[in-house]
């Protein structure tokens, strides 16, 4: 933790001092949260969110980041109990799913999910955040609480 400390602050400073970007690719979200200003989660070789840093984690839109959000250590939590974990397995990219390719490991899936669903702006007002999920605004914003945080409800995709 020192060093990805040391590392991160080595970050910032290069940051500041030369005015240019930085993309990180990872799978830690602390470390995206104490970088990060955009956030662009992939899954399956594929972009299925992009936003802010507060968007991305106050606001998620697709399953699957709700499903990386729900398992992060924390603090206010049970430590005896085993962090919730994304059920079955990433697909092969040489076989990926038809439709959305979260849809096998998705607890939400539903018939419309066989499609392919773009990448849009779907939160009103709100062009910059884009996802891949065909799921209304209200329903996410239900189906993503798990008891009191955002997390995947059922340990078992419903569609196959």
């Known amino acids: 933790?020192?060093?990805?400390?040391?590392?991160?602050?080595?970050?910032?400073?290069?940051?500041?001092?030369?005015?240019a970007g930085i993309i990180l690719v990872t799978h830690d979200l602390a470390v995206v949260a104490d970088i990060a200003d955009r956030v662009v989660v992939?899954?399956?070789?594929?972009?299925?969110?992009?936003?802010?840093l507060d968007e991305l984690f106050y606001d998620p839109q697709h399953p699957y980041t709700w499903g990386l959000l729900g398992s992060i250590t924390r603090i206010d939590r049970d430590s005896s109990q085993r962090l919730p974990a994304?059920?079955?397995?990433?697909?092969?990219?040489?076989?990926?799913?038809?439709?959305?390719?979260?849809?096998?490991?998705?607890?939400?899936?539903?018939?419309?999910?066989?499609?392919?669903?773009?990448?849009l702006a779907?939160?009103?007002?709100?062009?910059?955040?884009v996802?891949?999920?065909?799921?209304e605004l209200e329903q996410k914003r239900k189906l993503r609480v798990v008891g009191d945080q955002i997390g995947l409800a059922s340990p078992e995709p419903v569609i196959a």
């Open 131 to 135: 996802d891949r999920c065909w799921l």
């Open 86 to 119: 994304i059920a079955g397995l990433p697909p092969s990219l040489l076989h990926t799913p038809q439709g959305c390719h979260f849809r096998p490991r998705c607890p939400h899936a539903f018939a419309q999910c066989t499609e392919d669903p773009a990448l």
């Open 42 to 52: 992939m899954y399956s070789g594929r972009v299925v969110e992009q936003g802010t």
């Open 1 to 19: 933790m020192t060093i990805q400390a040391q590392i991160l602050d080595e970050l910032r400073t290069l940051r500041e001092e030369t005015r």
């Open 122 to 129: 779907r939160i009103p007002g709100n062009a910059e955040h």
